[in-house]
């Protein structure tokens, strides 16, 4: 099972880096997981200024876009993320933030896809907001 580790790590570290990067053109994003420490390379944590993100998740898996708002750890309740509140003291921030996960099996085309769709996503409910 180890045979294949370094290959799917650096397979994740590719698509996490994809994510990062054309997510980061949105306006008014911040990253709640700092990329510039080791982490995981299959979770992201972002936060949209302004964007709900229990609507967001609803947009997109509409869409078959599949994240999650709050912490892996939460109770399914629908309250700020205890993580980020810990970390930033910011319950607007905490409020709008999604997970996105990462499989081995995940495509760069999936990823694209995904951010294509969280773009007119987030577009949408700022407009709508």
Known sequence: QTEHYTEKY????YLRDLLYNTLSEIPDILWNTPLDTPVLPHILNLS???????????L??????????GAACSNGLNEPSHVIMAMFHDEARARS???????????????????????DAVAYLRRIS
């Open 10 to 13: 650096l397979h994740l570290t």
């Open 97 to 119: 933030a999604i997970r996105i996960s990462l499989s081995h099996e995940n495509t760069e085309e999936e990823c694209i896809t995904a951010v294509e769709a969280i773009k």
């Open 60 to 69: 997109l898996s509409q869409q078959g876009v599949m994240v999650s708002a």
């Open 48 to 58: 949209f200024i302004g964007v709900d993100a229990h609507a967001l998740t609803l």
